[in-house]
């Protein structure tokens, strides 16, 4: 039997969204060829609200609360597909346009996060399931750790975050945002891991002495931003030698926390579960 590495629940959708999304993405990835934008922090940050936004509509689609003629567009995986070609329609319309490219996109972002967040509390809160006192409390404590921990990188090594500058602050957010959302939801909510890699450092964290005491969370929230800081310590150099492809990659890395995490918080807050 292969290890499974890849979380449960993934949805294929049909052939024509298929084609449709290869569509998008063929013109969009055609006008960036053409016109080469710079990658530059500032734009790889810019595209973290949508991020988010994304984050929200799957937790639209796991509520059944999307038009069943788009639900397979907001599916898992595919969701991260629609999210970045919808993002990035904006960003080569506003390259052609030669406007600015930053502030739109975070703008644009941020709306489509606040609409987002909007219909999945509306859903919830007419369902009677609206609770959000938790995952409130999960992201403050996300905060703290993220700032704690991006201060002691920044002791440790001043010249990787000036590398990396608030790119490498976001992948420390994102990543501190997913291991606590996950941890609290596991051991305080009770709601259950699809992704084996994190279930598996869990399910471990939990023969511990210490998981009667502490819960079995800890641990993956360790492991997170171990990885976060040493990957924003391993490429700050490539950050620095190839700008277009490190903030690209760095920007990957960010979205794989701050997605989860985000879609951790909406979902726990709809759902009901504490």
Not at 134 to 154: C, E, F, G, N
Not at 199 to 219: D, Q, R, Y
Request: net charge neutral; charged share 10%.
């Amino acid at each position: 039997m292969f290890l499974q590495i890849l979380p449960e629940g993934l949805v294929v959708p049909g052939l024509a969204y298929l084609l449709g999304l290869t569509v998008v993405g063929i013109v969009v990835g055609a006008v960036l060829l053409t016109r080469r934008p710079p990658v530059t922090q500032r734009l790889v940050v810019a595209f973290t609200p949508w991020m988010a936004a994304g984050a929200a509509f799957h937790v639209l689609y796991q509520l059944e609360a999307v038009s069943d003629a788009v639900a397979p567009l907001f599916s898992a995986p595919t969701v991260y597909g629609t999210t970045f070609l919808v993002a990035g329609g904006i960003w080569a319309g506003l390259v052609l346009a030669e406007r600015p490219v930053p502030p739109a996109l975070a703008a644009t972002g941020g709306v489509a996060t606040l609409a987002g967040t909007a219909l999945v509390v509306q859903t919830a809160t007419a369902r009677g399931t609206f609770a959000p006192m938790l995952p409130v409390a999960a992201l403050a404590a996300s905060i703290v750790v993220a700032i704690v921990t991006y201060a002691v990188l920044d002791r440790i090594r001043p010249t990787v975050t000036a590398r990396t500058g608030t790119l490498g602050a976001v992948v420390v957010f994102g990543h501190a945002l997913d291991g606590v959302s996950t941890a609290v939801g596991v051991d305080l909510i009770g709601s259950g891991e699809r992704s084996p890699i994190p279930a598996a450092i869990m399910e471990f964290a939990g023969t511990l002495p210490t998981a009667s005491v502490v819960g079995k969370g800890w641990l993956f929230v360790l492991v997170k931003l171990l990885i976060a800081a040493a990957v924003v310590v391993l490429f700050a150099d490539f950050v620095e030698e190839d700008p277009t492809q490190g903030n690209a990659a760095l920007g990957v890395v960010a979205a794989v926390g701050l997605g989860p995490g985000t879609h951790n918080l909406l979902l726990f807050s709809a759902a009901g579960l504490f």
